[in-house]
């Protein structure tokens, strides 16, 4: 059984479901942006949990002025601002994933996962990356949960670390005897 | 005494040609309003089927169900529902395309690229949400592509409904039948063969600038406003609907069924075979790969111009020279076939591998042993593929040649209709639905199945 915020995932259906949904944001490394819309559309996308669809079909055809500002709000914290009307397609891989981290603070979450986010990166855009998510996840307030091959990097970034091996945590970081025995 | 011999040479004057743009106009107005209703239903129907939205698989089998109704016996229902006229063209080409393009959309969405739909299901979109972020904007530009594509088959359906009474070329077609002034008949044969390359080269282009397809939308939005009145008269419409209710055939139509099936069948068939074994030699000639650029080019225009021209206009034709009958509409079929499986055949053999090939002609073999050892053999999988979808398609047009005098279930039908007994018409539709069914279900199992053959081969 998984319990995120005291539900039980699994059992959940329908607007209960699509609630929890819109609290949790997710990033990947997976280019799951849709290529053939705007950035602006794509980081506007974020906020499909709160829209009904009459609005999404509003926000399509006619944006506000502040769903735009919203957009290039987001999208000046991973500085990216300039692309708010770019083609989506023509992003490189590192912008395409500041645009996937931009869409997830429009979602305001109060949990951000972040699963491989550095996977197919060099070194120097992971320690980027990992900087821009730990510093937007304490500018907002937000708990963020992120798994990493690179023990290293973890230890750079995270103040809290779980390793896990054959599908066990075979160490926490914030368990005491682990503490006593120092790193 | 020579019926043929009336038919040359064609008839031409200024006078003709320019008298002939209203009904042209007429047939491509009712295309182009026909599939823009088709795009907006269809897109909204495949966008309810594909996205899961509740009630979509319904949906879905209603798409394929209605699908499964060929576009003629539609017309008949149509003129019958709103009257003669381009509005009946145009009502029943939107019903058909809808369905048939409601259906294709569907799948599309269905078959959409996984992770981005999945991302944005993950904040917690709305279905429909998804479905206007996501499957839309992913597939709009085979949507756009598969419209258009569509468009230049209304054309040719929008010829053979105006043959029932639909309006446009097609009604002049049959016209100058009846008044047996049949040089004005090859003379619109031609202009036909002329519109259907013009449009094909137009969907070239279209290949690729997809975007192009929505000149489409006004000139459809304008064909359907054209016609509106009639299709809005819908108290009419549902009046005569329900004269169609129950269906019901008298006990000695029902003695007939067999004998009717059986010709539709004999058909349907019929065509298929003799098509095939003009179109591989045919095929064979064609393939650039095999004979020579001055053979497979004349050749190729050759099995384009046979498709050019659908069943009912080879169908109105051959009835009239050779008699009613299915014999004219097993060779009706047989022309059209021969074209469009030469064409297919002959890609086929395009694509078969090289190397083979290669190693026959080493052997110092003439180019007649290489296509038989080399060419057919290697090509059979596909060639039994487009065969049988053939013989799919020819089970709807065997019921359609029936309308215009070529007997089986469509002539059943058409009597039914002339003679206002709307009942039993109803029942002949429903007849005729059941039968393109059940065939499409066996030859669907069966392509599966050699689908698994080719694998293993």
């Known amino acids: 059984m998984v319990r995120v915020a005291g539900e039980d995932v699994s059992r959940l259906r329908g607007r209960a479901l699509r609630h929890l949904r819109s609290r949790v944001a997710v990033v990947s490394q997976r280019h799951d942006l849709v290529d053939e819309l705007s950035v602006l559309q794509n980081v506007m996308a974020g906020a499909l949990g709160r829209w009904s669809s009459w609005r999404a079909l509003r926000f399509l055809l006619r944006p506000s002025a502040a769903e735009v500002e919203e957009a290039r709000a987001a999208l000046a914290r991973v500085g990216l601002a300039h692309k708010l009307h770019a083609r989506t397609a023509g992003l490189s891989g590192g912008e395409h994933q500041r645009v996937a981290i931009a869409r997830a603070l429009v979602q305001r979450p109060v949990l951000l996962l972040a699963d491989e986010p550095v996977a197919s990166l060099d070194p120097e855009r992971s320690d980027q990356i990992l900087d821009l998510l730990t510093g937007l996840a304490r500018e907002s307030n937000v708990t963020l949960l992120c798994s990493l091959h690179q023990t290293e990097l973890a230890h750079r970034h995270f103040g809290r670390i779980v390793e896990l091996r054959e599908g066990r945590i075979a160490m926490d970081s914030s368990d005491p005897a682990f503490l006593q025995e120092g790193i | 005494m020579n019926i043929l011999g009336q038919f040359f040479p064609p008839y031409f004057s200024l006078h003709y040609l320019g008298a002939m743009m209203t009904p042209i106009g007429e047939t491509l107005e009712m295309a182009a309003g026909g599939i823009f209703i088709a795009i907006l239903a269809g897109l909204m129907a495949g966008t309810w089927a594909g996205a899961g939205l509740p009630g979509g698989r319904i949906i879905y089998r209603l798409l394929a169900a209605f699908r499964s109704i060929p576009d003629l016996t539609m017309a008949i229902f149509c003129v019958v529902m709103v009257g003669i006229g381009p509005a009946a063209g145009t009502l029943a080409l939107a019903i058909f395309y809808s369905a048939a393009m409601g259906k294709i959309f569907a799948d599309l969405f269905l078959a959409a690229p996984k992770e981005p739909v999945d991302a944005l299901r993950a904040t917690g979109a709305a279905r429909l949400s998804v479905a206007m972020f996501g499957l839309l904007p992913l597939r709009s530009k085979d949507v756009l592509s598969y419209g258009f594509y569509e468009f230049e088959s209304a054309l040719r359906a929008s010829v053979i409904v105006g043959a029932v009474g639909g309006g446009g070329i097609g009604t002049e077609l049959v016209g100058t039948l009846n008044a047996l002034d049949y040089r004005r008949t090859t003379t619109l044969i031609l202009l036909l063969i002329v519109l259907v390359a013009l449009v094909d080269q137009a969907a070239g282009l279209l290949k690729r600038r997809p975007l192009a397809v929505m000149v489409l939308l006004p000139i459809g939005a304008a064909a359907f406003w054209m016609n509106r009145p009639a299709m809005l008269a819908m108290s009419h419409a549902f009046g005569t609907f329900a004269r169609m209710l129950p269906p019901e055939l008298p006990s000695d139509a029902i003695g007939q069924l067999p004998r009717l099936f059986g010709e539709t069948l004999e058909i349907a068939l019929g065509g298929t075979l003799i098509g095939m074994t003009a179109a591989v030699p045919l095929g064979l000639l064609a393939a650039r790969n095999l004979a020579p650029a001055w053979i497979s080019l004349p050749v190729r225009r050759f099995l384009e111009a046979l498709r050019a021209i659908p069943e009912v206009v080879w169908g109105l034709v051959l009835v009239t020279t050779i008699g009613i009958g299915p014999k004219a509409g097993v060779l009706a079929l047989a022309f059209h076939a021969t074209g469009a499986l030469g064409r297919l055949y002959a890609e086929s053999f395009e694509n078969i591998p090289a190397a083979p090939v290669r190693a026959l002609e080493a052997t110092g073999a003439p180019r007649v042993a290489v296509a038989a050892m080399g060419f057919l053999p290697l090509a059979l999988g596909p060639l039994a593929v487009h065969t ?56 669907g199992t069966l392509r599966r199945r050699m689908k698994v053959m080719e694998v293993f081969a």
């Open chain 2, 388 to 443: 049988l979808f053939r013989f799919e398609w020819n089970v709807r047009a065997a019921t359609i040649v029936g309308v215009i005098g070529a007997g089986g279930i469509g002539q059943a039908l058409y009597n039914a209709q002339q003679l206002f007994f709307y009942r039993q018409m109803m029942a002949y539709v429903l007849l005729t639905w059941m039968l393109v069914t059940i065939v499409d279900l066996a030859s």
